[in-house]
């Protein structure tokens, strides 16, 4: 089963799960883009949206995701925020098709422990963002050489339906280039899910 199609089937009840326990670090990682009055910010693998309620009026958002029915329910929320500068658009996060530089800011929350290659994703959100410009990432990810027996033997199956819960951040980071990281703080379920702020040179 593709992560496309197993996100298919969990859209209907994707908010329950995740929206309650992830809304306080979505506001808390989205405060990290400070004054962003007439920027373009990119929402790579937006989902349901659940960061659209959450964004700054004062800045103009592209929101893309893989998953035809979770940017139906992200559709819904934009519609409802009338006065929020947002577009949504079906995209592949480890392959976007836009320019480069082409946004101030990146934000990716949640998605890099979901793909296959969360080197790609980053790499693309490297290539996309200005100089200077911000990559606001919010996820599970284990500290090197963590032993996580389980979450290591159990990884395999979760990332082919949901999520891989095996990622580290660090090797992730070495396959990347021209960009440095800022902060690197703990969020939920002791510091598994982390804030990590990164930054374009």
């Given at each position: 089963?593709?992560?496309?199609?197993?996100?298919?089937?969990?859209?209907?009840?994707?908010?329950?799960?995740?929206?309650?326990?992830?809304?306080?670090?979505?506001?808390?990682?989205?405060?990290?883009?400070?004054?962003?009055?007439?920027?373009?910010?990119?929402?790579?693998?937006?989902?349901?949206?659940?960061?659209?309620?959450?964004?700054?009026?004062?800045?103009?958002?592209i929101g893309t995701d893989i998953t035809p029915n979770m940017?139906?329910?992200?559709?819904?929320?934009?519609?409802?925020?009338?006065?929020?500068?947002?577009?949504?658009?079906?995209?592949?996060?480890?392959?976007?098709?836009?320019?480069?530089?082409?946004?101030?800011?990146?934000?990716?929350?949640?998605?890099?422990?979901?793909?296959?290659?969360?080197?790609?994703?980053?790499?693309?959100?490297?290539?996309?963002?200005?100089?200077?410009?911000?990559?606001?990432?919010?996820?599970?990810?284990?500290?090197?050489?963590?032993?996580?027996?389980?979450?290591?033997?159990?990884?395999?199956?979760?990332?082919?339906?949901?999520?891989?819960?095996?990622?580290?951040?660090?090797s992730v980071l070495r396959q990347c280039n021209h960009v440095?990281?800022?902060?690197?703080?703990?969020?939920?379920?002791?510091?598994?899910?982390?804030?990590?702020?990164?930054?374009?040179?």
């Amino acid at each position: 089963m593709s992560l496309k199609h197993s996100y298919s089937l969990l859209a209907p009840i994707y908010d329950k799960i995740v929206a309650s326990a992830s809304i306080a670090a979505r506001r808390k990682s989205l405060s990290k883009l400070g004054n962003i009055t007439n920027q373009t910010i990119l929402l790579a693998g937006i989902g349901t949206g659940l960061d659209i309620p959450l964004l700054d009026t004062s800045a103009r958002y592209i929101g893309t995701d893989i998953t035809p029915n979770m940017l139906k329910r992200a559709q819904l929320r934009a519609n409802a925020a009338a006065e929020l500068n947002i577009e949504l658009q079906l995209g592949d996060a480890m392959q976007m098709e836009f320019p480069d530089q082409q946004f101030d800011h990146v934000v990716l929350h949640l998605i890099l422990a979901v793909v296959p290659h969360p080197e790609k994703v980053l790499a693309e959100a490297i290539r996309l963002v200005k100089p200077g410009g911000k990559i606001l990432i919010y996820d599970k990810f284990l500290r090197p050489n963590q032993t996580a027996f389980l979450r290591r033997l159990f990884s395999p199956i979760t990332g082919k339906l949901f999520s891989r819960i095996d990622v580290e951040f660090e090797s992730v980071l070495r396959q990347c280039n021209h960009v440095e990281l800022l902060e690197d703080e703990p969020s939920l379920l002791g510091g598994w899910f982390r804030h990590i702020l990164l930054r374009k040179l």
